[in-house]
């Protein structure tokens, strides 16, 4: 097996990362997905008390 295992660049800040995402952006995306997703559970969730 001819693995060249060259520095893998993170696909979102672009630094040197052994994954596709560094954790540091994985964190943040998922942290972007979760505040989106709360928001949305928190509006109905609002609703649903209101109502
Ligand atoms: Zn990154």
């Known amino acids: 097996m001819?693995?060249?295992q060259k520095n893998h660049?993170?696909?979102v800040?672009?630094?040197p990362s052994e994954q596709t995402i560094c954790p540091a952006c994985e964190a943040k995306i998922r942290g972007e997905i979760l505040d989106e997703?709360?928001?949305v559970e928190k509006a109905g969730h609002t609703e649903t008390t209101r109502h």
């Open 2 to 4: 001819g693995t060249t």
């Open 13 to 15: 800040c672009a630094k």
């Open 9 to 11: 660049l993170c696909q």
């Open 37 to 39: 997703k709360g928001k």
